[in-house]
């Protein structure tokens, strides 16, 4: 069976190496360079944090124990860093955050209460305001280096007789009736293959996708800055009432306001994006004093643009009518990847993944 990947994110590399694992002759194709896409500007929080309703929670939790799961195939995950996250409220939040933890605790997430004297050993250069409240933490949480990981699966795929061919824009997906035969890309390369798979992400509802093959999108925009780890030390994922946080690597550390604070969208220039990342760093300094002094040619921001279906959960599967055509589309990609990439494969072999039912192309779904 010959099968094209659309897309070299987090997604079309993990599908990638598990159909390449399972002995099959692979091809993926991407517009630009492997995992540069929404993959690279992504928090990446590799949780089951917030994912109501108890079905879309377990599978995340199973997401996040495939990447354990992976971490022991290959020998080694430099890209898994399960660091766990520390989480505190607004007082206008407080009882949110209380109640979802509570939740997690009744289906057996790891989470628990801490005290102020405690987060303060996990994070000892943290200024405590005093207005923390109630504190949670999560141990088994953490956050993916999506670059290493991107680059590690797509390399052992080539190893293994995958073909990773990038700068090759899909400019139509090709069909005879209702079967989907292949695609063609700028070049004017037809592709022939016997299964398709868009993993294209936030762009799965532009051309060449059109009609059935399109996904219903609603996106979502945020904002990432990358501070030097110095004036804002961290070990782990911190959760605050106006921004996340996390190491980043290299001596780096990201910081990325929480969805809402700001009003932004695909149209916001980078002028704008960097005032509400200043006005951001403001507000951190509570907290990492060292931020104040930060001059704006000592940090990066940028915007991330989140791939998320309509309704908010992952599009999984062939669509209804069409042959040759499969899509795997999500939000909560980081931590799906994995986990969608096995269950995929496990179907394209022939038995249906009965934890994807609840998330299949041609369902229901309402704004």
């Given at each position: 069976?010959?099968?094209?990947?659309?897309?070299?994110?987090?997604?079309?590399?993990?599908?990638?190496?598990?159909?390449t694992?399972?002995?099959?002759?692979?091809?993926?194709?991407?517009?630009?360079?492997?995992?540069?896409?929404?993959?690279?500007?992504?928090?990446?929080?590799?949780?089951?944090?917030?994912?109501?309703?108890?079905?879309?929670?377990?599978l995340?939790?199973?997401?996040?124990?495939?990447?354990?799961?992976?971490?022991?195939?290959?020998?080694q995950?430099?890209?898994?860093?399960?660091?766990?996250?520390?989480?505190?409220?607004?007082?206008?939040?407080?009882?949110?955050?209380?109640?979802n933890?509570?939740?997690?605790?009744?289906?057996?997430?790891?989470?628990?209460?801490i005290?102020?004297?405690?987060l303060?050993?996990?994070?000892?250069?943290?200024?405590?305001?005093?207005?923390?409240?109630?504190?949670?933490?999560?141990?088994?949480?953490?956050?993916?280096?999506?670059?290493?990981?991107?680059?590690?699966?797509?390399?052992?795929?080539?190893?293994?007789?995958?073909?990773?061919?990038?700068?090759?824009?899909?400019?139509?997906?090709?069909?005879?009736?209702?079967?989907?035969?292949?695609?063609?890309?700028?070049?004017?390369?037809?592709?022939?293959?016997?299964l398709?798979?868009?993993?294209?992400?936030?762009?799965?509802?532009?051309?060449?996708?059109?009609?059935?093959?399109?996904t219903?999108?609603?996106?979502?925009?945020?904002?990432?800055?990358?501070?030097?780890?110095?004036?804002?030390?961290?070990?782990?994922?911190?959760?605050t009432?106006?921004?996340?946080?996390?190491?980043?690597?290299?001596?780096?550390?990201?910081l990325?306001?929480?969805?809402?604070?700001?009003?932004?969208?695909?149209?916001?220039?980078?002028?704008?994006?960097?005032?509400?990342?200043?006005?951001?760093?403001?507000?951190?300094?509570?907290?990492?004093?060292?931020?104040?002094?930060?001059?704006?040619?000592?940090?990066?921001?940028?915007?991330?643009?989140?791939?998320?279906?309509?309704?908010?959960?992952p599009?999984?599967?062939?669509?209804?009518?069409?042959n040759?055509?499969?899509?795997?589309?999500?939000?909560?990609?980081?931590?799906?990847?994995?986990?969608?990439?096995?269950?995929?494969?496990?179907?394209?072999?022939?038995?249906?993944?009965?934890?994807?039912?609840?998330?299949?192309?041609?369902?229901?779904?309402?704004?």
């Amino acid at each position: 069976m010959k099968i094209i990947v659309i897309g070299a994110g987090m997604i079309g590399a993990s599908l990638t190496w598990e159909l390449t694992q399972a002995g099959l002759a692979v091809t993926v194709l991407d517009a630009g360079e492997a995992g540069k896409g929404t993959s690279a500007n992504s928090f990446a929080w590799v949780n089951s944090h917030s994912k109501p309703p108890a079905a879309y929670h377990r599978l995340n939790a199973a997401g996040m124990q495939a990447h354990r799961d992976l971490a022991r195939r290959f020998g080694q995950a430099p890209w898994l860093n399960l660091c766990g996250c520390l989480e505190w409220r607004s007082a206008e939040q407080q009882q949110a955050m209380e109640d979802n933890l509570n939740q997690l605790k009744q289906l057996g997430y790891p989470a628990e209460w801490i005290s102020a004297q405690q987060l303060q050993q996990y994070e000892p250069e943290l200024q405590l305001t005093g207005e923390e409240g109630a504190i949670g933490w999560f141990p088994s949480e953490g956050w993916l280096d999506t670059q290493q990981y991107i680059q590690q699966l797509l390399q052992a795929s080539a190893a293994s007789g995958a073909k990773i061919v990038t700068g090759s824009k899909v400019m139509e997906i090709v069909q005879s009736g209702d079967t989907v035969t292949g695609v063609r890309t700028a070049d004017g390369i037809f592709h022939a293959a016997d299964l398709t798979i868009n993993a294209s992400g936030r762009w799965s509802d532009k051309p060449p996708y059109h009609g059935a093959l399109a996904t219903r999108l609603a996106p979502t925009t945020g904002i990432l800055i990358r501070v030097p780890a110095d004036c804002v030390p961290v070990s782990h994922i911190m959760a605050t009432p106006l921004f996340h946080c996390r190491p980043d690597g290299d001596g780096v550390t990201l910081l990325c306001p929480n969805e809402g604070v700001y009003d932004i969208d695909e149209t916001t220039s980078a002028a704008e994006v960097n005032r509400l990342a200043e006005d951001i760093l403001r507000h951190a300094s509570r907290v990492w004093p060292k931020l104040s002094g930060l001059k704006p040619e000592q940090y990066q921001a940028r915007m991330g643009i989140r791939a998320l279906p309509v309704d908010g959960y992952p599009l999984v599967g062939p669509t209804p009518g069409i042959n040759g055509y499969y899509t795997v589309v999500t939000h909560s990609g980081v931590t799906l990847s994995p986990l969608l990439a096995r269950l995929v494969t496990q179907e394209i072999l022939g038995t249906s993944a009965s934890e994807l039912d609840d998330y299949r192309p041609g369902r229901e779904v309402t704004d």
